[in-house]
T-cell receptor
Framework: DGGITQSPKYLFRKEGQNVTLSCEQNLNHDAMYWYRQDPGQGLRLIYYSQIVNDFQKGDIAEGYSVSREKKESFPLTVTSAQKNPTAFYLC????????????FGPGTRLLVL | GESVGLHLPTLSVQEGDNSIINCAYSNSASDYFIWYKQESGKGPQFIIDIRSNMDKRQGQRVTVLLNKTVKHLSLQIAATQPGDSAVYFCAERAGNTPLVFGKGTRLSVIA
Protein backbone atom coordinates (compact mmCIF):
# COMPACT_ATOMS: atom_id res chain seq x y z
CA ASP A 1 0.00 0.00 0.00
CA GLY A 2 1.92 2.99 -1.27
CA GLY A 3 1.53 6.58 -0.26
CA ILE A 4 2.33 9.28 2.23
CA THR A 5 1.62 8.87 5.92
CA GLN A 6 1.53 11.56 8.58
CA SER A 7 1.34 11.06 12.28
CA PRO A 8 -0.23 11.81 14.61
CA LYS A 9 -3.59 12.93 13.22
CA TYR A 10 -4.01 15.34 16.17
CA LEU A 11 -1.20 16.81 18.25
CA PHE A 12 -1.40 18.99 21.32
CA ARG A 13 1.36 21.39 22.27
CA LYS A 14 1.93 23.05 25.60
CA GLU A 15 3.29 26.57 25.66
CA GLY A 16 7.08 26.62 25.30
CA GLN A 17 7.23 23.04 24.03
CA ASN A 18 8.75 21.78 20.81
CA VAL A 19 6.75 19.15 18.94
CA THR A 20 7.66 17.02 15.93
CA LEU A 21 5.30 15.98 13.15
CA SER A 22 6.13 12.85 11.22
CA CYS A 23 5.95 12.40 7.43
CA GLU A 24 6.91 9.18 5.66
CA GLN A 25 6.55 8.20 1.99
CA ASN A 26 7.20 4.95 0.16
CA LEU A 27 6.75 6.37 -3.34
CA ASN A 28 10.50 6.66 -3.93
CA HIS A 29 10.07 10.40 -4.39
CA ASP A 30 13.12 12.64 -4.15
CA ALA A 31 11.28 15.81 -3.16
CA MET A 32 9.23 16.40 -0.01
CA TYR A 33 7.35 19.45 1.24
CA TRP A 34 5.65 20.85 4.32
CA TYR A 35 2.69 23.21 4.08
CA ARG A 36 0.62 24.99 6.68
CA GLN A 37 -3.10 25.59 6.18
CA ASP A 38 -5.18 28.07 8.17
CA PRO A 39 -8.96 28.54 7.81
CA GLY A 40 -9.85 30.78 4.89
CA GLN A 41 -6.40 30.50 3.36
CA GLY A 42 -4.64 28.32 0.88
CA LEU A 43 -1.56 26.27 1.57
CA ARG A 44 1.61 28.10 2.53
CA LEU A 45 5.01 26.49 2.10
CA ILE A 46 7.12 26.04 5.23
CA TYR A 47 10.11 24.00 4.05
CA TYR A 48 10.96 21.71 1.18
CA SER A 49 13.67 19.24 0.33
CA GLN A 50 14.61 18.16 -3.16
CA ILE A 51 17.20 15.60 -2.12
CA VAL A 52 18.44 13.82 1.00
CA ASN A 53 20.52 15.97 3.36
CA ASP A 54 19.37 19.19 1.71
CA PHE A 55 16.39 21.44 2.39
CA GLN A 56 15.23 24.97 1.62
CA LYS A 57 13.11 27.52 3.48
CA GLY A 58 9.69 28.26 2.12
CA ASP A 59 7.58 31.36 2.63
CA ILE A 60 6.91 30.90 6.36
CA ALA A 61 9.89 29.00 7.78
CA GLU A 62 10.32 31.06 10.97
CA GLY A 63 9.63 28.98 14.10
CA TYR A 64 10.00 25.67 12.26
CA SER A 65 12.86 23.26 11.58
CA VAL A 66 13.25 20.13 9.43
CA SER A 67 15.69 17.35 8.69
CA ARG A 68 16.09 15.02 5.72
CA GLU A 69 18.38 12.19 6.79
CA LYS A 70 16.50 9.55 4.80
CA LYS A 71 14.74 9.71 1.45
CA GLU A 72 11.54 8.35 2.97
CA SER A 73 11.26 10.71 5.91
CA PHE A 74 10.91 14.48 6.35
CA PRO A 75 9.97 15.35 9.96
CA LEU A 76 8.88 18.88 10.87
CA THR A 77 9.56 20.37 14.30
CA VAL A 78 7.38 23.22 15.49
CA THR A 79 9.55 25.10 17.95
CA SER A 80 8.57 27.30 20.88
CA ALA A 81 9.52 30.28 18.69
CA GLN A 82 6.40 29.69 16.59
CA LYS A 83 3.89 31.82 18.48
CA ASN A 84 0.79 30.84 16.53
CA PRO A 85 1.23 27.14 15.75
CA THR A 86 -2.43 26.13 15.66
CA ALA A 87 -3.05 24.97 12.08
CA PHE A 88 -3.46 21.99 9.79
CA TYR A 89 -0.06 20.73 8.59
CA LEU A 90 0.25 18.93 5.28
CA CYS A 91 3.19 16.97 3.94
CA UNK A 92 3.62 16.26 0.22
CA UNK A 93 6.09 14.53 -2.05
CA UNK A 94 6.92 14.43 -5.75
CA UNK A 95 9.58 13.25 -8.14
CA UNK A 96 12.32 15.78 -8.72
CA UNK A 97 11.29 16.18 -12.33
CA UNK A 98 9.59 19.40 -13.38
CA UNK A 99 5.93 19.28 -14.38
CA UNK A 100 5.12 16.44 -12.04
CA UNK A 101 2.36 16.19 -9.48
CA UNK A 102 2.76 16.62 -5.73
CA UNK A 103 0.87 14.05 -3.68
CA PHE A 104 -0.34 14.89 -0.19
CA GLY A 105 -0.60 13.04 3.08
CA PRO A 106 -3.73 13.12 5.29
CA GLY A 107 -2.48 15.98 7.48
CA THR A 108 -1.83 16.62 11.17
CA ARG A 109 -3.89 19.12 13.14
CA LEU A 110 -1.82 20.89 15.79
CA LEU A 111 -3.61 22.46 18.74
CA VAL A 112 -2.21 24.51 21.58
CA LEU A 113 -3.23 23.71 25.16
CA GLY B 1 -15.85 17.39 10.21
CA GLU B 2 -13.72 20.48 10.54
CA SER B 3 -13.82 23.25 8.05
CA VAL B 4 -10.71 23.85 5.99
CA GLY B 5 -11.82 27.29 4.89
CA LEU B 6 -14.33 29.50 6.67
CA HIS B 7 -14.26 32.53 4.39
CA LEU B 8 -13.65 31.06 0.98
CA PRO B 9 -15.58 32.04 -2.15
CA THR B 10 -18.48 29.62 -2.50
CA LEU B 11 -20.09 28.21 -5.60
CA SER B 12 -23.48 26.59 -5.12
CA VAL B 13 -24.82 24.34 -7.88
CA GLN B 14 -27.80 22.07 -8.29
CA GLU B 15 -27.09 18.36 -8.43
CA GLY B 16 -26.76 17.30 -12.07
CA ASP B 17 -25.71 20.74 -13.32
CA ASN B 18 -22.22 21.54 -14.58
CA SER B 19 -19.81 23.45 -12.32
CA ILE B 20 -17.11 25.86 -13.40
CA ILE B 21 -14.44 26.94 -10.92
CA ASN B 22 -12.04 29.67 -11.98
CA CYS B 23 -8.53 30.56 -10.97
CA ALA B 24 -6.23 33.42 -11.94
CA TYR B 25 -2.48 32.91 -11.67
CA SER B 26 0.24 35.51 -11.59
CA ASN B 27 3.53 33.96 -12.69
CA SER B 28 3.97 34.07 -16.46
CA ALA B 29 6.84 31.56 -16.07
CA SER B 30 4.51 28.88 -14.64
CA ASP B 31 4.46 25.87 -16.92
CA TYR B 32 2.47 23.33 -14.95
CA PHE B 33 -0.92 23.59 -13.28
CA ILE B 34 -2.91 21.29 -11.02
CA TRP B 35 -6.38 21.17 -9.55
CA TYR B 36 -6.85 19.58 -6.13
CA LYS B 37 -9.99 18.65 -4.22
CA GLN B 38 -9.92 18.88 -0.44
CA GLU B 39 -12.62 17.45 1.79
CA SER B 40 -12.99 18.62 5.35
CA GLY B 41 -10.18 17.41 7.60
CA LYS B 42 -8.32 15.62 4.81
CA GLY B 43 -5.29 16.25 2.62
CA PRO B 44 -5.73 17.62 -0.92
CA GLN B 45 -6.49 15.00 -3.55
CA PHE B 46 -5.17 15.31 -7.12
CA ILE B 47 -7.91 15.80 -9.71
CA ILE B 48 -6.27 16.78 -12.98
CA ASP B 49 -3.21 18.58 -14.27
CA ILE B 50 -2.20 20.42 -17.43
CA ARG B 51 1.09 21.49 -18.91
CA SER B 52 1.61 24.87 -20.50
CA ASN B 53 1.88 23.44 -24.00
CA MET B 54 -1.81 22.47 -23.82
CA ASP B 55 -5.04 24.52 -23.71
CA LYS B 56 -7.43 21.80 -22.60
CA ARG B 57 -7.31 18.44 -20.92
CA GLN B 58 -10.15 16.11 -20.08
CA GLY B 59 -10.53 13.50 -17.40
CA GLN B 60 -13.47 11.58 -16.07
CA ARG B 61 -16.25 14.19 -15.68
CA VAL B 62 -13.64 16.95 -15.36
CA THR B 63 -12.05 19.31 -17.87
CA VAL B 64 -9.29 21.83 -17.26
CA LEU B 65 -8.88 24.85 -19.52
CA LEU B 66 -5.76 26.98 -19.62
CA ASN B 67 -5.62 30.47 -21.11
CA LYS B 68 -2.02 31.63 -20.92
CA THR B 69 -2.78 34.97 -22.54
CA VAL B 70 -4.83 36.15 -19.58
CA LYS B 71 -3.24 33.76 -17.04
CA HIS B 72 -6.50 32.00 -16.29
CA LEU B 73 -7.27 28.41 -15.38
CA SER B 74 -10.67 26.79 -14.99
CA LEU B 75 -12.03 23.46 -13.82
CA GLN B 76 -15.28 22.19 -15.25
CA ILE B 77 -17.15 19.38 -13.51
CA ALA B 78 -19.90 17.72 -15.51
CA ALA B 79 -23.10 16.46 -13.89
CA THR B 80 -22.09 17.61 -10.42
CA GLN B 81 -22.83 15.14 -7.63
CA PRO B 82 -23.15 15.58 -3.85
CA GLY B 83 -19.80 13.83 -3.46
CA ASP B 84 -18.18 16.69 -5.38
CA SER B 85 -18.85 19.06 -2.47
CA ALA B 86 -15.43 20.16 -1.22
CA VAL B 87 -12.89 22.96 -1.45
CA TYR B 88 -11.06 23.13 -4.78
CA PHE B 89 -7.56 24.58 -5.12
CA CYS B 90 -5.62 25.47 -8.21
CA ALA B 91 -1.84 25.38 -8.02
CA GLU B 92 0.90 26.54 -10.38
CA ARG B 93 4.54 25.60 -10.75
CA ALA B 94 7.47 27.08 -12.66
CA GLY B 95 10.07 24.47 -13.55
CA ASN B 96 11.20 22.36 -10.62
CA THR B 97 10.01 24.76 -7.92
CA PRO B 98 7.36 23.98 -5.28
CA LEU B 99 3.72 24.44 -6.15
CA VAL B 100 2.10 27.79 -5.33
CA PHE B 101 -1.54 27.46 -4.28
CA GLY B 102 -4.53 29.70 -4.80
CA LYS B 103 -6.87 30.42 -1.89
CA GLY B 104 -9.51 27.90 -2.91
CA THR B 105 -13.20 27.82 -3.79
CA ARG B 106 -15.83 25.94 -1.83
CA LEU B 107 -18.22 23.96 -4.03
CA SER B 108 -21.59 23.23 -2.46
CA VAL B 109 -23.89 20.83 -4.28
CA ILE B 110 -27.61 21.19 -3.63
CA ALA B 111 -29.45 17.89 -3.82
Amino acid sequence: DGGITQSPKYLFRKEGQNVTLSCEQNLNHDAMYWYRQDPGQGLRLIYYSQIVNDFQKGDIAEGYSVSREKKESFPLTVTSAQKNPTAFYLCASSTSTAQETQYFGPGTRLLVL
Amino acid sequence: GESVGLHLPTLSVQEGDNSIINCAYSNSASDYFIWYKQESGKGPQFIIDIRSNMDKRQGQRVTVLLNKTVKHLSLQIAATQPGDSAVYFCAERAGNTPLVFGKGTRLSVIA
